[in-house]
């Protein structure tokens, strides 16, 4: 064997060994942060009388049961792309009564402009300057949204605080979606208090 095809086969194994070695640590620190947020979620079903359920082996799992009379689910979701775009989702819902076909969208990262327009230009004149910048509201009946931020400071300043990406009612469905794993018990309850305010707010209209 002559010496240049030596050094080729060393430095070939050394890069396979390399590569196997990220590999597998990339492996075991995703494990390691899956198994991290089932066992927080497993911690936050028992303390509020919920059921944990694994979804499957390498998902973070899923919450259920009944929060606040209402039928509710907790889980998340990781969008695929490249590892620049690709984002996790939190993502608590609950079922609603909506007999009436109402529909309520407050979303983040929007135009003042399309959220003046949703309020008949006087937007600003129902929420502060920083609702805004930061959310899109879109209601039908378009009334609905103006009354319920303008009627109730509280809750706006919850959403306002909460940056959820989105809060939605439609159909039979109300859901509260934040980007990033939530696995903090303190924000995970803001969550389901939140989205079940917001779905109780929006019934009473």
Request: glycine share 10%; proline share 3%; hydrophobic share 40%.
């Amino acid at each position: 064997m002559s010496s240049t095809l030596f050094i080729l086969i060393i430095v070939f194994g050394s890069f396979l060994c390399l590569f196997t070695l990220i590999v597998i640590g990339l492996a075991y620190t995703a494990t390691r942060g899956i198994s991290k947020g089932r066992d927080a979620w497993k911690q936050f079903a028992a303390k509020y009388g919920l059921t944990f359920q694994q979804s499957s082996p390498l998902g973070y799992g899923i919450v259920t049961g009944q929060y606040q009379g209402r039928n509710v689910n907790l889980q998340a979701y990781t969008t695929t792309g490249t590892q620049r775009s690709r984002h996790t989702w939190t993502v608590v819902s609950l079922t609603v009564n909506n007999p009436k076909g109402i529909s309520v969208s407050i979303k983040a990262n929007a135009g003042i402009s399309e959220i003046e327009k949703g309020f008949g230009g006087q937007g600003s004149s129902i929420s502060n300057e920083e609702f805004l910048r930061k959310f899109v509201v879109q209601s039908n009946p378009p009334g609905l949204a103006e009354s319920m931020l303008k009627n109730d400071p509280n809750l706006r300043q919850r959403i306002l605080e909460a940056t959820p990406s989105e809060l939605v009612y439609k159909d039979q469905n109300a859901a509260y979606e934040a980007m990033g794993l939530r696995l903090d018990t303190g924000q995970l309850e803001e969550m389901f208090r939140l989205i079940s305010d917001f779905a109780d707010v929006v019934e009473k209209g």
